[in-house]
C-alpha cells in the first residue's frame, strides 16, 4: 500500500484485493459482541470535512473509533475557514497537533493531493470526495459489495471481479463515484458500461477504460450489476435534460426494468436516493437492492483502509482464544 489514498486510479489490483480482503476481516469484527480492535490505539486521525456529508462522515467515523483512534471532527462551517483561513493554515494548525492521518472532503477537485503533496502535513492522507473528480473508499465498498454478492462471501478472498459486468446510470458528468468506479472496476477486471443522456457524459469519456450507451434497455439483460448515480442538481448551472419525468422515462431504473435483469444480478445506489426520479420505491426496498448493505460495507472499508495506512504489518484481526475448560 502507498502512504496516501487520494485516487482510485491509483490502486494496483494487488492493492485493491489486499484492501477487499482486508475489509472481510474487518467485517467479522462486526459480528462481535465488543466490536473494537486496539490496532490504532494512541493514533489521531482527523476528519477534515469542507462539503456537507452525512453517509461518508459518520462511516469514517465509526471506522476510527472500531480501531480504537483518538477521532477530531472538523467541519468548515463555524470553523476559522468561514473566515477566510486557507487550506495551507488549516493543514499547518493539524501538523502543529501531531495528527497521523487526516480524511479530507474538498469541493475543489484535486485538494487532496495538493494537501498530500504540498509538504504542508506529515500525516497520511484519505480522500473522501473532491469536487467532481474521485471518492476511492466509495468505489471500494461498492467493488466490495459486488464481490460479497456476485462471487461470495468466503469465496471471494483473494478474487477480482474478472469477467463481471456491471453497468452506472446516470449524472456520470458530475459523478466522483462513476469516474473513482470506471478505474477500480477496470482494474479488478470487470467490464464497465456507462449509461446516459449525452449531456450528462464528460468530455473525453471515449478515453475511458468503458463501454457508452445511451439505451438503458439493450444494457440491462447483459448487466451482472446495475449502480444509479444521483442527480446532483447541486452542481448544475443548465437545464442538462428536458424535464424529471422525461428523465425518469428513459434512465430511471422501475419494477418492469429491474425484471429485465439476470436473476442473479443486483442493484446499487452510493445514496442518498432520489426516489421516483432514479429509482423506484419498488426497486430500492427490493431484496436486490444493496444500498443499506453498502453502507455497512463503508465501514469495514474504511477500516481496512485506516488499518493498511497506519495499523503496521500485523494481522488485522487477532483470531479469538477459545479457554480450556
Given at each position: 500500500?502507498?502512504?496516501?489514498?487520494?485516487?482510485?486510479?491509483?490502486?494496483?489490483?494487488?492493492?485493491?484485493?489486499?484492501?477487499?480482503?482486508?475489509?472481510?476481516?474487518?467485517?467479522?469484527?462486526?459480528?462481535?459482541?465488543?466490536?473494537?480492535?486496539?490496532?490504532?490505539?494512541?493514533?489521531?486521525?482527523?476528519?477534515?470535512?469542507?462539503?456537507?456529508?452525512?453517509?461518508?462522515?459518520?462511516?469514517?467515523?465509526?471506522?476510527?473509533?472500531?480501531?480504537?483512534?483518538?477521532?477530531?471532527?472538523?467541519?468548515?462551517?463555524?470553523?476559522?475557514?468561514?473566515?477566510?483561513?486557507?487550506?495551507?493554515?488549516?493543514?499547518?494548525?493539524?501538523?502543529?497537533?501531531?495528527?497521523?492521518?487526516?480524511?479530507?472532503?474538498?469541493?475543489?477537485?484535486?485538494?487532496?493531493?495538493?494537501?498530500?503533496?504540498?509538504?504542508?502535513?506529515?500525516?497520511?492522507?484519505?480522500?473522501?470526495?473532491?469536487?467532481?473528480?474521485?471518492?476511492?473508499?466509495?468505489?471500494?465498498?461498492?467493488?466490495f459489495t459486488m464481490r460479497r454478492r456476485l462471487v461470495g462471501r468466503d469465496t471471494g478472498i483473494g478474487q477480482d471481479l474478472s469477467g463481471k459486468r456491471i453497468t452506472l446510470v446516470g449524472d456520470v458528468l458530475h459523478s466522483r463515484v462513476a469516474r473513482s468506479n470506471v478505474d477500480l472496476l477496470h482494474t479488478l477486471g470487470a467490464e464497465v458500461t456507462l449509461v446516459a443522456p449525452p449531456t450528462l457524459l464528460p468530455v473525453g469519456v471515449g478515453t475511458w477504460p468503458?463501454?457508452?450507451?445511451?439505451?438503458?434497455?439493450?444494457?440491462?439483460?447483459?448487466?451482472?450489476?446495475?449502480?444509479?448515480?444521483?442527480?446532483?442538481?447541486?452542481?448544475?448551472?443548465?437545464?442538462?435534460?428536458?424535464?424529471?419525468?422525461?428523465?425518469?422515462?428513459?434512465?430511471?431504473?422501475?419494477?418492469?426494468?429491474?425484471?429485465?435483469?439476470?436473476?442473479?444480478?443486483?442493484?446499487?445506489?452510493?445514496?442518498?436516493?432520489?426516489?421516483?426520479?432514479?429509482?423506484?420505491?419498488?426497486?430500492?426496498?427490493?431484496?436486490?437492492?444493496?444500498?443499506?448493505?453498502?453502507?455497512?460495507?463503508?465501514?469495514?472499508?474504511?477500516?481496512?483502509?485506516?488499518?493498511?495506512?497506519?495499523?503496521?504489518?500485523?494481522?488485522?484481526?487477532?483470531?479469538?482464544?477459545?479457554?480450556?475448560?
Amino acid at each position: 500500500m502507498q502512504r496516501h489514498l487520494i485516487s482510485a486510479a491509483d490502486l494496483t489490483r494487488d492493492d485493491a484485493v489486499l484492501i477487499l480482503d482486508t475489509a472481510e476481516e474487518m467485517a467479522r469484527v462486526a459480528d462481535r459482541p465488543i466490536k473494537k480492535l486496539p490496532t490504532l490505539r494512541g493514533r489521531t486521525v482527523v476528519n477534515l470535512f469542507f462539503e456537507d456529508s452525512t453517509r461518508t462522515r459518520i462511516s469514517f467515523e465509526a471506522a476510527e473509533k472500531r480501531l480504537s483512534a483518538d477521532v477530531i471532527n472538523f467541519t468548515a462551517k463555524g470553523s476559522s475557514v468561514s473566515k477566510g483561513e486557507s487550506l495551507k493554515d488549516t493543514a499547518q494548525t493539524l501538523e502543529a497537533m501531531g495528527v497521523d492521518a487526516v480524511v479530507i472532503r474538498h469541493g475543489a477537485s484535486g485538494a487532496p493531493y495538493t494537501l498530500a503533496n504540498s509538504g504542508w502535513i506529515d500525516a497520511a492522507v484519505i480522500n473522501a470526495g473532491d469536487g467532481t473528480h474521485q471518492h476511492p473508499t466509495q468505489a471500494l465498498l461498492d467493488a466490495f459489495t459486488m464481490r460479497r454478492r456476485l462471487v461470495g462471501r468466503d469465496t471471494g478472498i483473494g478474487q477480482d471481479l474478472s469477467g463481471k459486468r456491471i453497468t452506472l446510470v446516470g449524472d456520470v458528468l458530475h459523478s466522483r463515484v462513476a469516474r473513482s468506479n470506471v478505474d477500480l472496476l477496470h482494474t479488478l477486471g470487470a467490464e464497465v458500461t456507462l449509461v446516459a443522456p449525452p449531456t450528462l457524459l464528460p468530455v473525453g469519456v471515449g478515453t475511458w477504460p468503458c463501454e457508452v450507451s445511451y439505451d438503458l434497455d439493450s444494457v440491462l439483460p447483459k448487466s451482472d450489476a446495475v449502480m444509479m448515480l444521483r442527480v446532483q442538481r447541486e452542481r448544475m448551472n443548465a437545464a442538462f435534460f428536458p424535464t424529471e419525468r422525461e428523465y425518469s422515462r428513459r434512465y430511471g431504473l422501475d419494477g418492469d426494468r429491474m425484471a429485465r435483469l439476470p436473476e442473479h444480478a443486483i442493484v446499487m445506489h452510493p445514496g442518498p436516493m432520489v426516489r421516483g426520479m432514479e429509482i423506484t420505491a419498488d426497486v430500492a426496498d427490493s431484496d436486490r437492492c444493496t444500498a443499506i448493505e453498502q453502507v455497512a460495507n463503508g465501514v469495514s472499508i474504511r477500516m481496512a483502509v485506516l488499518y493498511l495506512l497506519l495499523g503496521g504489518n500485523e494481522p488485522a484481526v487477532t483470531p479469538t482464544r477459545t479457554e480450556e475448560k
